[in-house]
Structures are given as C-alpha cells and as structure tokens.
C-alpha cells in the first residue's frame, strides 16, 4: 500500500513541469515548481505547516489551541487546513476590501474571520498588528494556547523551505539547475530556496522577480525602499525587509510590469493548459529574464504559486483589467459562442 499518513504528508513533493514556451523562447530548460497542487492549492501550505509545527514543538500549541494570522489568502487557508488536520483552531484577521471568495474560502474551512478596515502597516489598526494583539489576548484566555503566525516575521516560514522546497528541487534537478526565480511576499521562499541552494552550489544565480507597488527591486538594486506604481497581483509585494529576508541579497533583480506577467499567465493558460494565478505570471516572466541574462542551455526554476480559480473575479474579468489599464486576450474579451 502506497499511502499518506494524513493531508500534512501531502504537503510538498511537488512536481517540476517543464513550460515549453518559456523553454523554447530562451533555449534554457525552464522548469516550474507546481505548488498549486498542494491540498490547500497553494505555497502556502508549507508556511503554514512550518510555523505551526514550530509551536507545538516549542510547547506553545495543544490540541484545542487556536492559531491567530493576518492574510488575506493562501496563508489563511493553508493555517486552517493544517490546524483543522491537528484538532486547532484558527482565527483569521483580514482587511474588509479582500475578495469575496477567498472570506468565503476560509469560512468554508472553518476559521473564525475578524473583519478589519483596509489601513497601512504603519498605523496601529493594520490586519497584522490587530492579529499580533488578538493572539496576545488570546494566549492569556486559553489554557490550550494561542500563537500569533506572523508569516511575515516568523523564520519557520522561510526554515520550512531551507528543509523542504531547496531540497526538492536540488534532488528533482539532479544538482543540475543553474537558477532559481521567485517573487517576495513575505520572502520565505526566495531567501529559504535560495539558502538551500546555495549551500549545495554557490554558482547557482538567485533572482527576485518584482512587482510594481513593491519596494524589493529598488532596495537590492539602489540600497534604498522605494516603490513606484501598484499592481494587480495579489499575494505578493513588499515594502520592507521582513525577518524572513535578514542576510538574504539576491544576484539578479527584474521589475516585472502587471502587463508582462499577466501575458505571461494568459500564455501558460491557453498553450500549455496551467491556470494560474498572476504571482506564477510573474515567476515565469522573471525566469524567461534571467534565462536571457545567461543564456542558452542553462535550467532554470520558479514557482508556480496558485491556481487561476481564486481570482474569478479579477484576473478573468475584462471590465476589471480594463479599469486597470491592462488588455483582456481576445478569448477571453469576446469568447467564441458555438451554436448546438
Ligand atoms: N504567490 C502567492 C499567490 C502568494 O500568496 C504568496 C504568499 N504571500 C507568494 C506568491 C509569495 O510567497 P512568500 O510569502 O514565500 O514570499
């Protein structure tokens, strides 16, 4: 019998897909990490699972404890999905502007949502300050115990993928991959593979893949923390060095225009049937640029984060892209009707 002991052990062992177009437009072997196939359909999974973990071996989490983040997506889902598999709770505070969808998502799975209104990080009243107080509260009232996740400042997020997603991709690659690409959310990923990577292979070319509305590719490229513009993309984007990035410096950094990664996204769609969602745009648009800058017959990686189906109402919504300035691809603008 071929079995997993629980959806946890699903977590990981993601498969490398190779993307032919990507490939074939550069002569490099651009491979993508499929994380959309984890059981909450995101990267975020193994956040989730590393921090909590984390708790309950340092003896701060027990059965019937609560697990308390601010997000607005995929890190929410993957906590509830790892705390529902280990009889926890979570309790998600999210800004009030996020999708529909992904509320409904996560009260689907069972978490407790404390809507709060949309402010920046620096005001007092910011989704993840308001969750860093809840879990504090929370933690004197219950006998089980409370943690505050915080993905953005909790190393195990980027622990996690020092132990697992580097690993992966060095065995899956045979040592053989020149470069790794990612974008920065809360930068477990980037800096994480890239730490595992290195200390198998100090050649190996480290890149960020940013966005508009982000301060990263300013901060690696100039030293200061600018941003300019703002982008569709959701998931990722910062504009501070979080705990997770400490000592991390990318080789290469590629600003990538919403416009790039969203052809990018609709081209995997509709050539080589990855729907996904726009922060896998950007990945790949950013590996296709480091493919160029080293040219021919290199193996490239990235992540592909998530699936095109939690952005329904964004992403795939002419009238949405529009408002934003950007094209919607004429199949999706004017579909071909087909009478029975
Ligand atoms: N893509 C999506 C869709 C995400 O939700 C996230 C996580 N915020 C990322 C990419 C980036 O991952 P990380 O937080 O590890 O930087």
């Not at 800004?95 to 996020?98: A, D, L």
């Not at 620096?122 to 009243?125: F, M, T």
């Not at 050539?271 to 726009?278: F, Q």
């Given at each position: 019998m071929e079995t997993r002991d629980s959806v946890l052990a699903a977590i990981g062992n993601t498969p490398l897909i190779r993307l032919r177009r990507a490939s074939e437009e550069t002569g490099c072997t651009i491979l993508g990490?499929?994380?959309?196939?984890?059981p909450g359909a995101s990267v975020k999974d193994r956040a989730a699972l590393g921090i909590i973990s984390d708790a309950i071996d340092r003896g701060e989490l027990r059965r019937g404890g609560l697990v308390v983040d601010g997000t607005a997506g995929n890190t929410g889902i993957g906590l509830a999905i790892v705390a529902n598999a280990l009889g926890l709770k979570t309790v998600i505070v999210i800004?009030?502007?996020?999708a529909q969808e992904k509320k409904d998502t996560l009260r689907s799975l069972g978490a407790s949502l404390i809507e709060v209104p949309a402010v920046p990080y620096?005001?007092?009243?910011n989704y993840v300050k308001v969750a860093g107080r809840t879990a504090a509260r929370l933690a004197r009232e219950h006998p089980e115990g409370a943690i505050f996740a915080n993905q953005f400042d909790n190393v195990a997020n980027r622990d996690i993928h020092i132990r697992t997603t580097g690993p992966e991709i060095w065995e899956q690659t045979e040592g053989k991959v020149d470069g790794f690409v990612s974008a920065i959310g809360t930068g477990g990923t980037l800096a994480g593979v890239a730490a595992a990577l290195r200390e198998r292979n100090p050649d190996i070319a480290i890149a960020l893949a940013d966005v508009p509305g982000a301060a990263m590719h300013s901060f690696y490229t100039t030293g200061e923390l600018k941003s300019e513009g703002s982008s569709i993309t959701e998931g990722i984007g910062q504009g501070r060095v979080t705990a997770n990035l400490e000592g991390f410096k990318p080789d290469h950094s590629f600003f990538i225009p919403d416009a790039e990664s969203l052809a990018t996204t609709f081209a995997m769609l509709k050539?080589?049937?990855?729907?996904?969602?726009?922060s896998s745009g950007v990945n790949v648009a950013g590996a296709i640029r480091l493919a160029r800058e080293l040219g021919p017959g290199h193996v490239i990686v990235t992540m592909l984060c998530d699936p095109a189906t939690r952005y329904q109402s964004r992403l795939f919504n002419p009238e949405f892209l529009r408002s934003k300035g950007l094209e919607p691809p004429e199949w999706l603008d004017r579909p071909t009707v087909v009478e029975p």
């Open positions: 990490k499929a994380e959309f196939m984890n800004p009030e502007t996020q620096r005001n007092d009243n050539d080589e049937g990855l729907a996904l969602g726009l």
